[in-house]
């Protein structure tokens, strides 16, 4: 069993910066990845970026790619989410997730979820 707590999400201004952090604990041993996903209603929950558990490789959707970094320590059993130069469209629910198998940015593939996080970003 994984658990995953998001924090961090908040109210920002266009243009800033915002961190997110996931704790995970429970049976971690054999995690491949874990991934950033953010949901607005109406529309369908998309990847934002994921990381391999033990590696560097990364992936990022289109829309953040030079914005957002993500990373992880290991060792404190943490996934980051930096997020940068942020842009009211960045505005949504977003969700740690992890999973033993699937490495990539469809929803679907992914079996451990936290409650998320709410990031909301004015003009």
């Known amino acids: 069993q994984v658990q995953l707590v998001e924090s961090g999400g908040g109210l920002v201004q266009a243009g800033g910066s915002l961190t997110l952090s996931c704790i995970v604990s429970?049976?971690?041993?054999?995690?491949?990845?874990m991934g950033w996903f953010r949901q607005v209603p109406g529309k369908e929950r998309e990847g934002v970026s994921c990381?391999?558990?033990?590696?560097?490789?990364?992936l990022y959707e289109d829309s953040v790619k030079g914005r957002f970094t993500i990373s992880r320590d290991n060792a404190k059993n943490t996934l980051y989410l930096q997020m940068n130069s942020l842009k009211p469209e960045d505005t949504a629910m977003y969700f740690c997730?992890?999973?033993?198998?699937?490495?990539?940015?469809?929803?679907?593939?992914?079996?451990?979820w936290g409650q998320g996080t709410q990031v909301t970003v004015s003009s």
């Open positions: 429970g049976l971690t041993f054999d995690l491949r990845t």
């Open positions: 997730a992890a999973d033993r198998l699937a490495y990539g940015l469809a929803p679907d593939a992914y079996t451990y």
């Open positions: 990381i391999r558990w033990n590696g560097d490789s990364t």
